[in-house]
């Protein structure tokens, strides 16, 4: 083979390169402007639109268990909580511990569902 023919082949072989690389990119800004994501982005996403509040009364404290139940204000079925230790308890904006929890108090209890359970991170006591 002559020089200027592996020379033309070169430039052929780069040229092909080039395009790939360039169709590539194209692809993965069209899937980035769609919104298309991959199977694992899904989950991310509904955990972190997956978080509620309900505003309500504590109608029990169960302190050995961490455990309440509140009557939502709206007057719905009564929600039951299992509080985990990372979990936050206000009053006034001032950080306080699961005992200052008590019946009767209106509270805002911010939780995510997975399945039937109810995981709350976050009570606040409003009055």
């Known amino acids: 083979m002559k020089l200027t023919s592996i020379k033309n082949h070169l430039a052929m072989l780069s040229l092909s390169v080039a395009m790939f690389a360039a169709q590539s990119a194209q ?4 899937d980035k402007a769609q919104n298309i994501s991959s199977p694992a982005a899904p989950a991310v996403q509904s955990q972190a639109t997956n978080e509620q509040t ?4 504590v ?3 169960v302190a050995k268990k961490k455990e309440i139940y509140v009557t939502p204000a709206d007057g719905s079925k009564k929600m039951e909580f299992y509080f985990p230790e990372s979990a936050q308890y206000l009053k006034g904006g001032q950080p306080v511990g699961f005992e200052a929890l008590k019946e009767g108090q ?4 911010t939780f995510t569902r997975k399945g039937k359970r109810l995981n709350p991170s976050k009570a606040e006591i409003l009055e």
């Open 54 to 57: 309900v505003e309500g009364t």
């Open 27 to 30: 692809s993965a800004t069209t």
């Open 106 to 109: 209106k509270v805002r209890v």
């Open 59 to 61: 109608q029990k404290v």
